[in-house]
């Protein structure tokens, strides 16, 4: 059975650094995509970042390109997030999630490309 679950969210200043990691004993394997995705209040979960497993390719949204890293420790079993410049519109909390390649016909980045998901943690940023 797949669980993720998701730590490091907290609150930071404007510009200050967080990382996010997502364990998820048993399913970080060649052949699937890892993502990372927000949901302020009001509006829609987006997706952020994305890597794909069995090569390591990473896709961004725009919106945090430059300031945002996914990666992931095989051997922990583990996916982060390091999110740097962080920004008030940064706000959200914050859901990994792992889903199979055949899955990612719309994108690494659609909430549809996923079939598991963690419990979401927060991250606040003030200004």
Do not use: H
């Amino acid at each position: 059975q797949v669980q993720l679950v998701e730590s490091g969210g907290g609150s930071v200043q404007a510009g200050g650094s967080l990382r996010l990691s997502c364990a998820g004993a048993g399913y970080i394997a060649s052949g699937n995509y890892m993502g990372w995705f927000r949901q302020a209040p009001g509006k829609e979960r987006e997706g952020v970042a994305a890597m794909y497993a069995g090569d390591g390719r990473t896709y961004y949204d725009d919106s945090v390109k430059g300031r945002f890293t996914i990666s992931q420790d095989n051997a922990k079993k583990t996916t982060y997030l390091q999110m740097n410049s962080l920004k008030p519109e940064d706000t959200a909390m914050y859901y990994c999630a792992a889903g199979p390649y055949w899955l990612a016909v719309a994108g690494p980045l659609r909430l549809s490309s996923y079939n598991y998901w963690g419990q979401g943690t927060q991250v606040t940023v003030s200004s």
